[in-house]
């Protein structure tokens, strides 16, 4: 019966650390050195939050950097991939469909980075490679009126390199660029 006391103890001990002390110190923590990211990275324009660093927002003007598809529509409340195999007849006619898409929205375009054209495995990546989000500079040019070279410096400018120079692959924040676009473009 003694242990019984005794593992019962324990147990309220543990819970108390583990359920209540723990999440509150490193939620406190995160707060202080983290805030922004903390807080889901959002991004505010006049006040108003208008999305996130994190999650990929569907911009549809032909004035505007395109993200990667979204088998979601965008909507962060179905995160989900297409669940369609590489190898199927209707992942072919998918692709398919979109590279004609991108053809006729960027007549110009002759290489077509993969990552322009497929899902991305959450559904709501905010990033495209430094080459997808340059395939689209001539329609995007040519729709605002702005020089392909000043569109082409703004890419590299949002470019970022490799974490820790080992992890991952350049990218650029679809988001982000957008609304540093949209500081020089009426829509």
């Not at 003694?2 to 593992?7: E, G, R, T, Y």
């Not at 723990?22 to 939620?27: E, H, K, M």
Request: glycine share 8%.
């Amino acid at each position: 019966m003694k242990s019984v006391f005794i593992a019962i103890r324990v147990s309220i001990v543990f819970m108390i650390v583990c359920g209540l002390i723990y999440p509150l110190a490193t939620t406190g923590v995160a707060q202080v050195l983290f805030s922004k990211q903390a807080n889901g990275s959002l991004i505010e324009s006049g006040g108003t939050v208008i999305g996130s660093k994190l999650l990929a927002q569907g911009f549809e003007s032909p004035k505007l950097f395109h993200p990667r598809a979204s088998a979601a529509n965008y909507d962060p409340t179905a995160s989900s991939g297409s669940n369609m195999a590489v190898a199927s007849s209707d992942y072919a006619a998918a692709m398919a469909e979109k590279i004609d898409a991108l053809k006729k929205e960027n007549p110009a375009l002759t290489d077509i980075p993969a990552d322009v054209v497929t899902v991305s495995g959450s559904g709501f990546d905010p990033d495209l490679s430094p080459e997808g989000a340059k395939a689209q500079v001539p329609r995007i040019s040519k729709e605002t009126g702005i020089a392909e070279r000043s569109l082409n410096d703004l890419v590299d400018r949002f470019t970022k390199t490799r974490q820790l120079g080992l992890f991952g692959e350049p990218r650029v924040n679809v988001t982000e660029l957008n609304m540093e676009l949209l500081k020089q473009v009426k829509l």
